[in-house]
């Protein structure tokens, strides 16, 4: 896993993925107590990031593979990407999505074209199901964040950044990520490392699910207690990446924990602000950048509003904040 | 007012204002039985297009002018960009506003910086109070739409969609915008006329206040009985501009009205498809385009969103039509 494959990944990507614009609002630095700039990916295709390491990874596939399908599994968001990517290279899709997913994001999967199979995220392993259906019917498995095609496509995300870092005169900040798997962030992590090297990735959970946090402050991969449940269902995952968790150890800053009023007022504040929808997996970053000033460092701080797939009952709740 | 103005406008905004997004979705495209691109000109800076027209008058000021000062008046998105712009040169704002527009566009207009004097919507005229005051203060009035630079300025939207347009392959389409005064529509129809022939700007109303529909349909400035009260706050203005009108009148297609369960309507959808926030005068073209299909010209058409500024309130009650 290197900068050349994220390289590569954006080549494939370009004229298909959106460069989402990076956000400010004057408001919004005074809370944050610094210059905020908001890396908006909610306006990414399927709404989220995942539409990047989805088409990284279809892309790549020969005709023979393309064919014959693939599958993924995910809590809703790269369970859009991989049906919206596989439809422009005439690819069935299978998503297998957990039973407690937001209705908005398994009735959007299904009308995207993928055959949805649901899963009891308690009780069932997604990893031994994906397996095993890919197994029967000889599909290409798409994970959603251990893979190198996946994190490279996530990983031009970064190189956005730190593009759009430079025109804003942007050298020194902590770039705020909201993580599940890591491949985001691990993606991110060495598009800066390489093209804005005064930029530091650091990892953002909710409480509770801050197994990245955790893995990161011990150096050793640790696990979350609870596999479902909370406001954030995107960023919710059993543990860091066996891939991306070796990056992330060796460039990210630490992470940072939220808790889910910070992040419903978070996404009430991007409302008024920047007239953006985040989700609450994708306002962690911000919740953050808002909430935790003082244990950010830097005149700046960037934070990605990584998908905003939200049901509009949970979404008027976060308003309610306001 | 001529092309050469929007293009010395565009110099002056360079690196200021944003180049927004053209976004869309396949939800929204079997909707509106085409394929549909929306301009985000919410995600301009201070939540609407009307920065836009604000820093392309200021930055024209000279030294003196800009130290006494500049006044607008607005139902609040015109009241916005005009302190925003009106503080990067250092220049005190007024802005005279309706006493019944929103209140988070009265706070946000003092919030920038400005000074803000309320008036009587229905009882009080805008014009003779801008003025006076004008007079009285030595200020430079910066009308909303009657103005030669701040249609300049707006019209910096057009010459974007024109460009986007070329990168999508769309050659011939209606493009609707929100029309209050016609200065974003006067702007757009002349950046089009010059870089996209193809393309025909199209003023979308809601109904009750659809006074330039009609004059477009009978020729002659026709004005509206009420001035105030319904969800468009933005887009309530008495009359089409002398300036402005007769450029509608020589470039723009027919106008479209639409109900304000549309326009309610089209909120939730912008929502829940594109992840972006419009207010109701700002999504009045997107009403158009997935409710008056039937009115609309093209393989694909253009709808401009063009602000964001609405109370949570009221945006909960447009997520209650999804």
Redesign the interface.
């Known amino acids: 896993m290197n900068i050349d494959m994220i390289h590569a990944a954006a080549e494939r990507l370009k004229g298909h993925a959106?460069t989402?614009?990076m956000?400010n609002s004057?408001?919004l630095d005074e809370i944050a107590g610094r210059r905020l700039y908001v890396k908006?990916e909610?306006?990414q295709h399927t709404?989220s990031f995942k539409f990047r390491g989805a088409w990284s990874a279809i892309s790549t596939l020969d005709e023979d593979a393309r064919k014959r399908g693939v599958i993924a599994y995910s809590s809703g968001n790269h369970g859009q990407g991989i049906p919206?990517a596989a439809k422009h290279f005439n690819t069935p899709a299978v998503v297998v999505m957990p039973s407690d997913a937001p209705e908005?994001k398994i009735a959007?999967t299904r009308?995207?074209g993928a055959e949805v199979i649901l899963y009891d995220r308690e009780n069932e392993d997604r990893d031994d199901i994906g397996a095993k259906l890919a197994n029967e019917r000889s599909l290409t498995l798409i994970k959603p964040f251990d893979n190198p095609l996946v994190i490279a496509g996530q990983g031009t995300t970064g190189l956005e950044i730190a593009d759009q870092c430079k025109t804003e005169g942007v050298e020194n900040a902590d770039v705020l990520v909201c993580c599940g798997g890591g491949g985001l962030t691990s993606g991110i992590a060495l598009a800066l490392e390489e093209h804005a090297p005064g930029l530091r990735a650091r990892p953002i959970e909710p409480e509770d699910y801050d197994d990245v946090c955790r893995s990161l402050a011990s150096g050793a991969i640790q696990r979350n207690n609870l596999q479902s449940g909370g406001i954030c269902d995107a960023i919710v995952t059993p543990q860091p990446g066996d891939l991306t968790f070796p990056i992330m150890k060796r460039l990210c800053g630490p992470g940072i924990a939220v808790t889910e009023d910070e992040v419903l007022m978070a996404m009430?504040h991007i409302?008024?602000?920047?007239?953006?929808?985040a989700e609450p997996g994708g306002a962690v970053a911000v919740a953050a950048a808002l909430f935790h000033a003082d244990e950010i460092q830097g005149d700046a701080v960037v934070a990605v509003v990584s998908g905003?797939?939200v049901d509009?009952k949970l979404?008027?709740r976060a308003?309610?904040t306001?």
């Open positions: 959106r989402t614009p956000l004057p408001f908006a909610c306006l709404g919206f908005m959007n009308a995207l009430a409302f008024a602000r920047l007239k953006i929808v905003g797939n509009a979404f008027t308003l309610a306001l």
